[in-house]
């Protein structure tokens, strides 16, 4: 597991090494839409959000 933390140091949510989300949906939501930086807990990297809030239905749509 990984922390994700804001500016702070805060652990606002956890993921998987594979950067799965497990926990603090809201948490990051939250952060994120108030234009707080995330980082990895562990590395110190920037979090990239987008790749959380992208939906899989947004890929495939196709029109009749």
Same mark, same amino acid.
């Given at each position: 597991?990984? *922390?994700?933390? *804001?500016?702070?140091? $805060?652990?606002?949510?956890?993921?998987?090494?594979?950067?799965?989300?497990?926990?603090?949906?809201?948490?990051?939501?939250?952060?994120?839409?108030?234009?707080?930086?995330?980082?990895?807990?562990?590395?110190?990297?920037?979090? *990239?959000? $987008?790749?959380?809030?992208?939906?899989?239905?947004?890929?495939?749509?196709?029109?009749?």
């Amino acid at each position: 597991m990984r *922390n994700i933390v *804001n500016e702070a140091g $805060e652990i606002v949510a956890k993921a998987t090494h594979d950067g799965t989300l497990v926990g603090g949906h809201h948490r990051i939501a939250v952060a994120a839409s108030l234009g707080q930086k995330l980082v990895w807990q562990d590395t110190g990297e920037p979090v *990239n959000l $987008e790749a959380f809030f992208r939906h899989p239905a947004s890929f495939h749509r196709h029109t009749a």
